[in-house]
């Protein structure tokens, strides 16, 4: 038993020997593999960043990736501390002031153009006199979350030489001027011989206002068409639209989601409350707003309506039905500066 014993255990020994080398040599193996992998892809990453690398689309469009239009600043942090009154106004005017470079300062290559291979293709069109200090971040915002182009029909300081020179070189913008020829031709509009406008015509402030918008919308539609755009918003240059529910912030995302055979989008406004009497760049610096009623619970709303309107018999200063992105399609027409409609249905 010993001897049996003992050979067994000698052939054990033998056994765990012949296999030590091999075993020896995997994990040597190993311990390589896992050494080089690390070393390789540093070596990987450094001949990227020597060659230029990936480009990061926030750094692409701005400087500082925490500053969003309008809120950064062109001159030097010495300049900002020793005049802070400056701050607040806009750099586009100083830009154009001195005579450098019609561009937008806060970003570089911010007229970046998506392309017409995206779809669907959003156009938003305004009727603005605003200056560049407004459309400028307004337009770039929009860009970001997926308009391609914008019909502008310009007027005041809004068609002054040094603001529309900027706005015609950015790609998928679009300047109408509002010149004789344009009125002359708008007046043979069908829309003024529709009854749903007539009551409108000939009276002042924002009745004019409202017509006007309306006969550019019908003009914007007819080009938006000819530019392959899919749908189409009006919006006035001190609005933003809010793409909530959709996880890339995306309206083109948002558009796309839209069973085919709905007509109009309709999004309700949120109206912004002043918070401080020195407000230079709302986009920027107001943060409050009060929720559209329809966004509100019934008893939430009129339980706090007299406070929230302070003796104004109006909710909202402005409006409160919203605004709406049609599907351009057969027969489209605008129904007032917040709606659209179609000649021939009724839309879904």
Not at 170 to 183: D, N, W
Not at 184 to 207: D, H
């Amino acid at each position: 038993m010993a001897g049996r014993y003992k050979f067994a255990s000698s052939s054990s020994s033998s056994s765990l020997w012949s296999s030590s080398p091999s075993h020896a040599t995997f994990t040597s193996r190993l311990l390589l593999l896992l050494t080089l992998l690390p070393f390789t892809l540093a070596c990987f990453a450094f001949v990227l960043q020597w060659r230029g690398g990936i480009p990061d689309p926030i750094n692409r469009w701005s400087p500082d990736p925490l500053v969003f239009p309008g809120m950064g600043s062109s001159r030097s942090t010495s300049s900002v501390v020793d005049d802070p009154v400056r701050t607040s106004r806009s750099d586009c005017v100083d830009v154009l002031g001195q005579s450098r470079s019609a561009s937008f300062p806060y970003h570089r290559d911010w007229k970046f153009d998506y392309g017409s291979d995206l779809r669907p293709k959003i156009c938003i069109t305004s009727s603005t006199s605003a200056g560049l200090e407004q459309i400028l971040p307004w337009i770039f915002y929009h860009k970001v979350i997926g308009a391609s182009t914008f019909l502008l029909f310009v007027e005041g300081k809004a068609a002054s030489p040094d603001v529309s020179k900027v706005l015609e070189s950015i790609p998928g913008v679009t300047v109408i001027y509002r010149t004789k020829e344009l009125e002359e031709q708008q007046a043979r509009s069908r829309i003024w011989n529709e009854t749903w406008l007539a009551s409108f015509f000939y009276k002042p402030c924002n009745y004019e206002l409202f017509v006007k918008q309306s006969l550019n919308m019908e003009m914007a539609i007819v080009m938006a068409r000819d530019a392959g755009a899919d749908w189409i918003v009006h919006l006035d240059t001190d609005e933003l639209i809010h793409p909530a529910g959709t996880h890339e912030y995306s309206l083109r995302l948002l558009l796309s989601q839209v069973p085919g055979d709905v007509d109009m989008v309709v999004f309700p406004n949120y109206e912004s409350s002043v918070e401080r009497d020195d407000v230079k760049e709302p986009f920027s610096e107001v943060s409050m707003f009060k929720k559209n009623y329809d966004h509100l619970p019934k008893e939430v709303y009129f339980g706090n309506y007299k406070e929230s309107t302070r003796g104004n018999p109006n909710y909202f200063l402005t409006y409160g039905n919203g605004k709406s992105a049609a599907r351009i399609q057969d027969h489209l027409r605008p129904n007032g500066a917040h709606r659209w409609h179609n000649y021939m249905k009724t839309p879904k």
